[in-house]
């Protein structure tokens, strides 16, 4: 019976993913083709994504620190690992760009959107890595956040025990003095498990915003590599303790 469930309640989730998204692409395409708009398909993106945990009846419990300045661009890291953290990111306020795989370019329409409103790196590509780092260089001088996922994408085989954090993120923040903000996505990893089911399973999701943490507090990337990586794990530990 929970399986015809989770199946049912996974049906009516693709469904109005599908339709939601086809009723706001139009205004995005128009957002993409006029010069200097871009900042504003982004913007019906956040909406948009909000909606959607709306509509699917999905309660996040948002939590933000205080000391997240707002119009200051921040690189937010999040743990991966559910497909479902990629929609949850339309929380994180102000204008923000998505560096995600190259692959999501493939996807119909939602390819189109990712292509030209946020940022695809293909980590098998050298010249494709050097061209991601120069866009968010762009982004982040334009006063945007970006958001990454410092594991690399869904990696690990025991959640929410996250992997090691690749350096890319950590070396930017040190060079352009940008903070880094830990982001910790509490249970999407027992919303839609990846598992290759694609199965919801209903339960409140809950998004961490942490303190900034400041590259010039750190004597080197490691150490604010380690540090934003204890952060999140440590949030993961309390918040799935007793699950």
């Known amino acids: 019976m929970n399986n015809l469930l989770a199946r049912l309640y996974s049906i009516y989730a693709s469904i109005i993913f599908i339709l939601s998204f086809l009723i706001i692409f139009p205004f995005i395409l128009i957002c993409i083709w006029i010069p200097g708009w871009n900042k504003y398909g982004r913007r019906i993106n956040r909406y948009w994504a909000r909606g959607y945990f709306t509509c699917i009846f999905l309660p996040v419990k948002f939590e933000k620190s205080e000391n997240i300045e707002k119009n200051k661009p921040y690189i937010y890291l999040a743990n991966h690992f559910s497909y479902l953290d990629i929609a949850m990111m339309g929380f994180i306020p102000g204008d923000v760009l998505f560096v995600g795989k190259a692959s999501i ?4 329409l939602f390819g189109y959107y990712f292509k030209n409103l946020h ?4 980590r098998d590509r050298l010249r494709s890595r050097a061209e991601t780092m ?3 260089d762009r982004a982040l001088e334009s006063g945007s956040s970006v958001i990454i996922f410092p594991e690399g994408g869904i990696f690990t085989k025991n959640p929410p025990e996250m992997i090691p954090f690749k350096n890319g993120a950590f070396r930017m ?3 352009k003095q940008i903070p880094i903000i830990p982001v910790t996505l509490s249970y999407n990893h027992l919303i839609l498990p990846d598992d290759g089911k694609l199965l919801f399973h209903w339960r409140s999701a809950k998004m961490v915003l942490h303190d900034p943490l400041f590259p010039d507090n750190f004597d080197s990337e490691k150490a604010l590599k380690e540090e934003c990586f204890q952060v999140i794990q440590t949030q993961l530990a309390i918040d799935n303790l007793n699950i």
């Open 119 to 122: 940022i695809a790196v293909d």
């Open 134 to 136: 120069k866009r968010t």
């Open 173 to 175: 923040a040190k060079d």
């Open 105 to 108: 370019q493939k996807a119909p």
